[in-house]
């Protein structure tokens, strides 16, 4: 299933600021069932996550491997990282909607972005939910249309 990366709006501002540094910050990934709202949500507090507990933590795991890089050379810029997961154990995790990744590097914690899935979802109890970045990455920039 192919979940396409929504930018928050003021994450492509604080990027170019250097207040969201792509090569150097460490980021994570939260789950919330509340969807973000792109225009206004500038920080983590201002993400509704789903309850600690399960094998859920409050705050998110860390993505691991980041590499932001142009990797053909053509200025398609891709934000990458290793496959980051959740593992429910006790009892299920969720129900999530959304995946929001965000800077926890960044003053405030920054968020940059996140995944819709669509409808809810639960984790079973000793069953995993995973994300693998594709080709594009979690995101890729330099990429546009004609009219």
């Known amino acids: 299933m192919a979940v396409e990366f929504d930018h928050f709006f003021k994450a492509i501002g604080h990027q170019g ?12 990934a939260v789950l919330t069932n ?18 600690n507990g399960n094998g ?10 980041i590499v932001w890089s142009d990797p053909s050379g053509d200025g398609k810029w891709r934000f990458t990282s290793a496959q ?18 965000y800077s926890d590097t960044s003053a405030n914690d920054k968020v940059v972005g996140r995944f ?11 069953s995993e939910f995973g994300i693998t970045p594709g080709t594009d990455g ?6 546009g249309t004609l009219a």
């Open 116 to 126: 819709d899935f669509g409808s809810a979802i639960i984790i079973p109890d000793s």
């Open 84 to 101: 980051f997961k959740w593992t429910a154990s006790g009892g299920p995790i969720g129900p999530f909607r959304y995946i929001v990744v």
């Open 138 to 143: 979690i995101f890729r920039t330099g990429k």
């Open 56 to 65: 859920y933590t409050t705050g998110g795991v860390t993505l691991t491997s």
């Open 34 to 51: 509340s969807a973000p709202n792109l225009a206004t949500n500038e920080f983590l507090a201002d993400i509704a996550q789903i309850a």
């Open 17 to 28: 600021a250097g207040r969201i540094n792509l090569e150097t910050d460490t980021f994570k």
